[in-house]
Every structure is written in C-alpha cells, then in structure tokens.
C-alpha cells in the first residue's frame, strides 16, 4: 500500500496496464523466444502471369502460433518486433526459409520476400542476403524483395544507396501495397522497380466502382510505360479477375487462385504446373 507515501502515489496501473497493453507486452516477450522455441512458419501463396496462367513467384508470409494466443497476424507482431529490434533475425530466418523452399522450384519462378522498412536503415541486409543465397544456391535474380511505399517516404539518404547497392546485386524489387502510400508516381520515377503490387484496397470494390477501375487501368497503363510489371494482389472473385484483366494487369495473387500454402504444397504445385497439360505432348523443362 502507498497509503503512507503522503498522498503523492504514482498511479501506474491506469491508464496504461489495460488488455491491449498486456497483449502487446506478451507478444513483445513471447517473440524474443518464437525462434528458438520454433514457434514461426513461411507460407508461400503463388502469384499468377496471366498471359500463361502460370505461377510467376511465391510471396512468402510468416505465421506465427504464439503458445497461449494462438495464431498472431503478421500485421499485429511485425510492427511489435521492428519496434523491438527483433526484425533483423525474423527477416533473416523468413530469407533462409524462402530461399530453400524456392530451390526446389523450376527456376523461373521467382520468390518475394517482405523487407521491414527498419531495415533498410543498417548496413546489414546485403550481406545476410548474400550468405542465405550462397548457403541455399539461389540466383539472385529469382529473389525479389517486397517494401511498402512507406518506407521511402523519409527520403533516408542511406535508405538510397542499400537500394541501390540490392539492385545491383540482382535482386528485383516490388513496391508493395501500392496507392496507399502519398507520393507513389515519384518512387515510380527514382526506382527502377521490376514490379508493382497494387493494393488489396483498390482491387475490393473494383466490381462496383468504376473510379477505382479507371485508376488502376492508368496505373497499369503508367507501369507499362515504364516496363514494371503488376500485380493485383487480393483477387477473390471471378468478376475481380476479368476487372483486373481487363484493365491489363500482368500479375494477380488472391484467394481466388490460391491461398497462402505449406513449402511443400507449393512444390507439389508448380511441378503439377510444369507437366505437360492434354493433347499433344509438349517438351518440360527445355529452355
Ligand atoms: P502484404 O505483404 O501486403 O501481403 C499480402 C497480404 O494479403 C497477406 O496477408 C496475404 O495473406 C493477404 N492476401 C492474399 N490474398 C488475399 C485475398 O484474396 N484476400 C485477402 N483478404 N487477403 C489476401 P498476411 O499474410 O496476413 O500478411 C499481412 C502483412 O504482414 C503483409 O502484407 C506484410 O506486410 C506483413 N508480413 C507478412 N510476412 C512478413 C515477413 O516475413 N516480413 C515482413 N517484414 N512482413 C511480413
Ligand atoms: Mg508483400
Ligand atoms: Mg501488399
Ligand atoms: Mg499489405
């Protein structure tokens, strides 16, 4: 009791120990040990060229199951570990995990990966690229890394040159979640990105809102011109297909083709996608 304190008590139980503050506290510790105690998956859901109706990469997803929470959305513990300073090891992991289920892949398909903004400030993200490449006898080409818009909003001078220096490396990178960030078309115009990802918002009401198809049609258009493919990404519907299809989109990932799969589901899948379909025997593998 801080009865005899003279009145001055220190209230620390309100307003700051309510649920959600103790949720965010116990996800914060129970990631410190969810590597460890092998607590992470990958998910891989395929992302389809509509010219070939093929896959063209796998974007892999992290899952975590926490021991009392349960399943935790990536969107609830990523921001919880980049403000943790836990991101570098996770992404670390996440690459790894990628890279050996992609080298069991036919080798034109890609694998994209999610890269924390945090990340693009250090120095290390090269490097620990190259390792997990040469350690998974992965190209570099088949890598493509996924940033938000967000990310470059800062104009981090050092956030330039790892871009840069990534590129050069090879790896492609996608802007992901594009049109929700503020100052899209200007990135557009200082990275040379191989693709863009247009964000689940827009493709949600394609069906019923001309504005939104007009907009993605332009964007579409405006990527084309600049050689970037697209990606629709969260197609759920047969109507959100043709939208996007219609509009010229390159690429689409949603529900509609495929959800987020196992490693192994994946594999299974691209090999069904490159045996020969019915009628006249094609050649496999012959590049
Ligand atoms: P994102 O990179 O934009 O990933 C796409 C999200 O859309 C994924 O959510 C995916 O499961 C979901 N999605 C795909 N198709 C559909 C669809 O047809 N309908 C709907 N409603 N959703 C669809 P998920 O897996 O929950 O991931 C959420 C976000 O968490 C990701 O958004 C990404 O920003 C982040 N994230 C996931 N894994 C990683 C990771 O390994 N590293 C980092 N830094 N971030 C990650
Ligand atoms: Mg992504
Ligand atoms: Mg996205
Ligand atoms: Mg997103």
Not at 33 to 56: C, H, M, S, Y
Not at 194 to 207: A, E, H, L
Not at 258 to 273: F, K
Request: proline share 5%; aromatic share 6%; glycine share 6%.
């Amino acid at each position: 009791h801080a009865k005899n304190e003279g009145g001055k008590r220190v209230q620390i139980f309100e307003p700051f120990m309510h649920e959600d503050f103790l949720m965010l506290r116990q996800i914060e510790s129970g990631l410190t040990d969810a590597l460890e105690n092998d607590e992470f998956t990958v998910l891989f859901q395929p992302i389809i060229d509509l010219a070939t109706g093929r896959t063209k990469s796998c974007e892999a997803l992290l899952r975590w199951k926490h021991p009392e929470l349960g399943d935790v959305s990536p969107a609830m513990f990523i921001p919880v570990a980049e403000s943790a300073g836990l991101i570098g090891d996770i992404t670390e992991w996440v690459l790894r995990k990628a890279c050996e289920a992609a080298a069991e892949w036919p080798e034109d398909v890609h694998i994209s990966v999610n890269i924390s903004p945090a990340l693009l400030k250090q120095n290390n993200l090269p490097v620990t690229i190259i390792e997990t490449l040469v350690n998974t006898g992965m190209v570099a080409r088949r890598l493509e890394l996924e940033i938000t818009e967000s990310v470059l909003l800062d104009k981090n001078p050092h956030t330039n040159s790892l871009l840069r220096q990534l590129q050069k490396m090879g790896l492609r990178l996608c802007l992901d979640d594009f049109g929700t960030g503020f100052s899209s078309l200007t990135y557009l115009r200082s990275w040379e990105f191989d693709t863009i990802k247009i964000d689940k918002s827009f493709i949600r009401n394609i069906g019923n809102s001309p504005t939104d198809q007009k907009i993605i049609g332009a964007v579409v258009q405006l990527a084309k011109s600049l050689d970037v493919a697209t990606v629709a990404e969260g197609v759920e519907t047969e109507e959100q297909l043709s939208r996007v299809r219609e509009a010229g989109c390159s690429r689409v990932q949603g529900y509609y083709y495929a959800r987020p799969m196992t490693a192994a589901q994946a594999t299974e899948r691209l090999v069904q996608e490159e045996l020969p379909d019915d009628g006249p025997l094609k050649i496999v593998n012959q590049r």
